[in-house]
C-alpha cells in the first residue's frame, strides 16, 4: 500500500523529467538492495524510486517534487545502521547519498576538513594522517560507515572515552530542508553561541529534518599508541569495577569490555588464544601526550595492569608496540561478526554511568539465563556504552519471542539505572515505541514541534526517531 497522495507512475515520470536517467533507479531488484539497513528485524518497504544522488542540486531537486508529491523521503549513506533509521517506505522514495563522496577542502592550518556526505569514516582520517592530523571519531563500522550516516545517528566509537561523538566534532553543517532550500548551519570558529545552536539539532536526527549535503569537522593532531593492555576476570562484577578505577584514572583513550559469550564467539571465529574460561575481557589503551617519552607510556601500562591486578585479573598483559596493540585490539573489532556466526542477532545499544557498569553487566547474564537466549555484552565501556546482543535461531517462534523479551528487558534495566536506550545507534524503528517512556510525554511533542518547523509536510523519513 502506498503512503504517497499521489500515483506512483506520475511519481516516476516526474522524476525522470527532471533528474539525469543515472540517478535514479527504478529496477526492483536494484531498489531492493537500498531498501534496509542491518536491523534484520525491522520492516523494510518498497519503495518508488532510489535516486542516486550525486550533487546539492539532486537532492535539493528530488526534496522540492518530494514535498509537491506529498512523497516520502528516506535518506540513506552506507547502509551500516542499527536501528532500521533508513529502510525504505512503502511508495517513497530513497534519497542516496553514498555517491557524494568527495573531500572538498582539508585546510592544515584551521584543522578542518569539509566533506560530502558520502565520504567514508576511515577515508577521512587516512586523508588527514597525511598532514599529521586524524579524525577522531571511530565507530566500528569506520571502514564503510559515511559520515553523513555518523553525523545523522551521532556515532560514537571505542574513541568516546576521551573524545567524545561524531557531534562533538563537527564545525559546520550544509543541509537541504523539505522543500529543496538549501541552510548553513554552526561555524569554523572554536567558539559560537550566536542564536540556537542548530548545527546540534541536525545531528543525531536520523534523517527527519533535513539532508544533511556538507559536514565541516575538526581534526586533531596525531598522538602514537602509548600501550594497549589485556585483562582476564574469572568474575564478571570484579571487571566491572575495574572498569570504573581504569576510567576515573582518566589516562585512557580506548576502554572496551567482551564478556565470556563474545570471547568464546570471537576465539572461534579468529583462533586468537584468547582465555574462554573467564567470565569477561578488558582492553584499553592509552595514547602518547605531548612530551611524553616511553618511561611516561610504561607508567601509564604500569598503572593499569596493577588496576585489574587489584581487582582479582586472572591474567593482565600490556604492550608499548603498537601493532603488537592492534592484534590485540583486533577481537573486540570481530566481535558483532563472530556473533553473526552464531545465528540472527538483535544488537542493543544501551548506556548507563560508568559506575553502573558492573550492575548492567551482571543484569545481563541474569537475563539471558531468565530467558534461555544467548546474551553476548561487549562495548565501550569508557564511557557506559554497552551493546549487549541477542543471538537466537530465528525459525525457532519461541527463541524469536524471547529474544524479543530479552531485548526489552535489556532497554528497561538500563533506563532503571536511569541510562538511556541508545548510546551511538539512533532510535530509528527499532527503538521508537521505548522514547516516551525515557523522556516523557511532552518532550516528545516538542520533538514533534521542531520537526514541524524543520519538516511541515512530514515527508522527511516519518515514523521514525519520534
Known sequence: MSSTSMAEPEILDRLRAVLPPAELVTDPDVMASYSRDHAAVCAAGQPVAVVLARSVETVATTLRLASATRTPVVTRGAGTGLSGGANALNGGIVLSLAKMNAITALDVDA??????????????????????LRYAPDPASRDISTIGGNVATNAGGACCVKYGVTGDHVAALTAVLADGTTIHTGSRTVKNVAGL??????????????????????????????????????????????????????????????????????????????????????????????????????????????????????????????????????????????LEQLGAWLLDDVAVGVHQIPDLLARCAEIAEERGVTVASFGHAGDGNLHPTIVYDPADLSQRDAATEAFDDVLHAALAMGGTLTGEHGIGQLKQSYLEGMVGEREVSLMRGVKAAFDPLGILNPGRGF
Do not use: W, Y
Open 197 to 338: 545552536d542548530l548545527n546540534r539539532l541536525l545531528i543525531g536526527s536520523e534523517g527527519t529534518l533535513a539532508v544533511i549535503v556538507g559536514v565541516t569537522v575538526r581534526l586533531l593532531p596525531v598522538r602514537p599508541i602509548a600501550g594497549t593492555m589485556v585483562a582476564f576476570f574469572d568474575d564478571l562484577r570484579a571487571a566491572g569495577r575495574a572498569i570504573v578505577d581504569l576510567q576515573a584514572a582518566g589516562s585512557l583513550s580506548t576502554l572496551e569490555v567482551m564478556d565470556r559469550t563474545t570471547v568464546r564467539a570471537v576465539e572461534a571465529m579468529k583462533h586468537m588464544d584468547l582465555d574462554t574460561d573467564a567470565a569477561a575481557m578488558l582492553l584499553a589503551q592509552a595514547e602518547m601526550g605531548p612530551g611524553a617519552d616511553d618511561g611516561t607510556a610504561t607508567a601509564v601500562m604500569v598503572a593499569a595492569e596493577k588496576t585489574c591486578t587489584g581487582h582479582g585479573a586472572s591474567f593482565v598483559a600490556s604492550t608499548t608496540d603498537e601493532d603488537e596493540g592492534r592484534m590485540f585490539m583486533a577481537a573486540r573489532t570481530a566481535a558483532l561478526p563472530a
Open 111 to 132: 584543522r578542518l576538513a569539509t566533506v560530502e556526505p558520502g565520504v567514508l569514516n576511515a577515508t577521512l582520517d587516512a586523508a588527514a594522517r597525511e598532514h599529521g
